[in-house]
């Protein structure tokens, strides 16, 4: 008896261990894994945000995005011209390729939360973000021939 009772604390013990590691060393969820993913931007879907809501891009070029859902529900990054949409489950992540316009803003939403989360990518940097959310609907008809999924 006092075996088995010796077996089983030494057997929680080492249950007890494995957890332990297996839970500190969970690093899935965290932002530095992909953003070593080919050095395109990031977009991250959290608490109903986009993170950043504004992307900058450059002007006709081939864009690779990655895409982490870090919230509790289903989201999507979704472009407004119909291009292009991902969607990734509660931790995980999606890429999203397209080929940038030439000038202006191509707007992007959530299909599960349209009024709720927003955001563009803009050609030429940082500057632009005052106007795009003006450009967003000629933005999704005047630009939707330009652009490849």
């Known amino acids: 008896m006092t075996l088995t ?9 080492v249950l007890a261990t494995a957890l332990a590691v297996a839970a500190c060393g969970s690093t899935d969820n965290g932002t530095s894994s992909s953003s070593t993913s080919g050095g395109g931007p990031t977009v991250t879907a ?14 006709g070029q081939p864009v690779s995005v990655t895409f982490q859902n870090q919230g509790t529900v289903t989201h999507s990054l979704t472009l407004d011209n119909g291009s292009g949409e ?3 489950d509660p931790g995980q992540t999606a ?3 397209f080929t940038a316009p030439g000038s202006g803003s ?13 955001g563009s990518f803009t050609v030429g940097g940082s500057g632009a973000g005052g106007s795009s959310s003006s450009s967003s609907s ?5 630009t939707a021939n330009g652009y490849s999924y």
């Open 5 to 13: 009772i010796r077996r089983l604390a030494a057997g929680g013990s």
């Open 106 to 118: 191509l707007t992007f939403h959530c299909k599960f939360h349209p009024t709720l989360m927003k």
């Open 86 to 88: 991902v969607q990734a």
């Open 46 to 59: 959290r608490n109903f945000n986009f993170t950043p809501s504004t992307v900058p891009v450059g002007a």
């Open 95 to 97: 890429t999203l390729t």
């Open 138 to 142: 000629s933005s999704s008809s005047s």
